[in-house]
């Protein structure tokens, strides 16, 4: 028996292409667990330029090696991986397989790229730079006219709840990246009939309502306990270490 080291020396090649050649299904199977049989080791030696050049022809890396560790080098380029299947689109990387469902792109046609298609694929990656500095000052734009979520809230003194119930009412809308737009803020903050609502709506504490009414919070507990109001909500707060009321 022979095994995958013993092979990949006998054929002067690294382990891992004996390993690929199986993949692709150009070095058989091994003849039992331990390896292969002396004879199909002998068959295989007779065919090693074959067998390399079979490898080298299929051997495949997906986008993002492909990018950084063939193509960048090869043409000193800013490549990313979503360049790699823009160039295979043009007719200039062949897919020769896939793994995990992911397409690999043929080393050989990266190394071997024709000035003709080093040309394209720097039409491609300027292309990309100048899509991204468009996007880039689009979101700029936009952020200077608009406002995250707390921020926004925070602008026209609701709490962000508060706003995410009106844009669920369709009176203002959120935008890219979940940004407000100021113009819709400001529409909301001139809105009184709204904002009143949205006061009116505000839960507060008992010691705070006592506030609100300028009374004291035992004849607050007078009110509640006369059933001129009912808590919507009840909780307790931290009085010193130990004790504990009902706020």
Known sequence: MVNRG??????????????????????????????WSRT???????????????IAHR???GTRRMAEEVLAPATDLAIVAGDVPELAGRGFLRVVGEYSGHELYSVRDAKTLSAAGKEVLAGIVAERLEREARSSAQWQAWCAV??????????????????????????????????????????????????????????????EAAGLLEIRPVDWKLVVSAGW??????????????????A
Do not use: F
């Open 146 to 207: 608009s406002l995250p979520p707390d921020e926004a809230a925070e602008h026209i003194g609701w709490t962000r709840g508060e706003l995410e119930k009106a844009a669920g009412e369709d009176r203002i809308t959120a935008g890219p990246g979940g940004r407000y737009p100021l113009e819709g803020l400001q529409v909301l903050a001139a809105d009184e009939v709204l904002c009143q609502r949205v006061a009116g709506d505000r839960l507060v504490r008992s010691d």
């Open 229 to 246: 109001i009912t808590p919507a909500t009840v909780g307790e707060a931290r009085v010193g270490r130990r004790r504990r009321i009902e």
């Open 6 to 35: 013993q092979l990949a020396a006998e054929l002067e090649n690294e382990p891992w292409m004996v390993t690929r050649g199986q993949e692709l299904g150009i070095v058989p199977q091994r003849t039992c667990s331990k390896g």
């Open 59 to 61: 051997e495949g890396l």
């Open 40 to 54: 199909v080791a002998d068959e295989l030696a007779g065919r090693v330029g074959e067998l390399r050049e079979a």
